[in-house]
T-cell receptor, first 113, second 114 residues
Framework: SQELEQSPQSLIVQEGKNLTINCTSS?????LYWYKQKYGEGLIFLMM?????EEKSHEKITAKLDEKKQQSSLHITASQPSHAGIYLC?????????????FGKGTKLSVKP | DSGVTQTPKHLITATGQRVTLRCSPR?????VYWYQQSLDQGLQFLIQ???????AKGNILERFSAQQFPDLHSELNLSSLELGDSALYFC?????????????FGSGTRLTVV
């Protein structure tokens, strides 16, 4: 079955700094979703990438899917305390027609004011 | 408010008991997905329904079952509960699989088994 590995597991940055979170898949990605979760709360959808080389931005967050469609990165520019939380990447399991998502274990981001 | 409603928000029950978690998907969404989130296992896919029919199964235990009703709400039944079943249970919905607008998650039900 498909597995997603996220790195780093946790990250502490100073406010204003840039940072990158990576998500690597064991199989080709047919749809890669990025979510943000505040501790103990629901997941908030950030963006979805589908095509190799695709890049999308939402406010100060940019995500990219590599050409081989096996790795995605999430980049935050000029981080703010509001960016703190757990970032999860999710992928459609093995490209199956059912579309159920599997997730990486998440990257916990803390932003120091 | 995401549009996906989960009840109850919190549930405390004893080992061996049975509970039912309820999910109302976002208006217009036909697919419902159930997930379990624990500290050590992360977010695990349990089961998916589409328009009343089971479409995919993940790491769902035999003690757990689910269904989606004609009005599209879904229920997850957990029986013979064990301490290890304590977790956050999320429901998500989408118009269809592979939705480019993402899968909308509810705020979850926190289950504590004592």
């Amino acid at each position: 079955s498909q597995e997603l590995e996220q790195s780093p597991q946790s990250l502490i940055v100073q406010e204003g700094k840039n940072l990158t979170i990576n998500c690597t898949s064991s199989k080709t990605l047919y749809g890669l979703y990025w979510y943000k979760q505040k501790y103990g709360e629901g997941l908030i959808f950030l963006m979805m990438l589908q095509k190799g080389g695709e890049e999308k931005s939402h406010e100060k967050i940019t995500a990219k899917l590599d050409e081989k469609k096996q790795q995605s990165s999430l980049h935050i520019t000029a981080s703010q305390p509001s960016h703190a939380g757990i970032y999860l990447c999710g992928a459609v399991d093995g490209g199956g027609s059912q579309g159920n998502l599997i997730f990486g274990k998440g990257t916990k981001l803390s932003v120091k004011p | 408010d995401s549009g996906v409603t989960q009840t109850p928000k919190h549930l405390i029950t004893a080992t061996g008991q049975r509970v039912t978690l309820r999910c109302s998907p976002r208006s217009g969404d036909l697919s419902v997905y159930w997930y379990q989130q624990s500290l050590d296992q992360g977010l695990q896919f349990l089961i998916q329904y589409y328009n009343g029919e089971e479409r995919a199964k993940g790491n769902i235990l035999e003690r757990f079952s689910a269904q989606q009703f004609p009005d599209l709400h879904s229920e997850l039944n957990l029986s013979s509960l064990e301490l290890g079943d304590s977790a956050l249970y999320f429901c998500a919905s989408s118009v269809a699989p592979y939705s480019q607008n993402g899968y909308t998650f509810g705020s979850g039900t926190r289950l504590t088994v004592v």
